[in-house]
Nanobody, 127 residues
């Protein structure tokens, strides 16, 4: 596939867990960062978590620290987002994003830093 492909969304009760998966785009460019963003109805798309390809360093938005974990499968270069203790406010369409270089960089949390996006997978948390 030429774009990232997400899977694993669904409906879960508050306090439950879900694991999202993302297969990276098949391109000849260099994979730098893979990240997860989310967008709730009526809100802007926001950064959730990122992982660097070269060293595995990670970054998270404050609201998910301690609850979400981003990880990678190096042989397959797939990326995962393990979400625990889910809250209703986590409900959103979750997008996988990839930064393949060369591409301008305006910060890890900036949408403009990523040049490949998946179609999104829905996560709904009921109270």
């Amino acid at each position: 596939q030429v774009q990232p492909v997400e899977s694993g969304g669904g409906l879960v009760q508050a306090g439950g867990s879900l694991r999202l998966s993302c297969a990276p785009p098949r391109r000849t460019l260099t994979l730098d960062i893979m990240a997860w963003f989310r967008q709730a109805p009526g809100k802007e798309r926001e950064f959730v978590a990122a992982i660097w390809s070269n060293n595995g360093n990670t970054a998270y938005v404050d609201s998910v620290k301690g609850r979400f974990t981003i990880s990678r499968d190096r042989p397959k270069t797939s990326v995962y987002l393990q979400m625990t203790n889910l809250k209703p406010e986590d409900s959103a369409l979750y997008y996988c994003a990839a930064r393949l270089t060369p591409w301008p960089f305006s910060g890890t949390e900036s949408l403009n830093s990523y040049n490949y996006w998946g179609q999104g997978t829905q996560v709904t948390v009921s109270s």
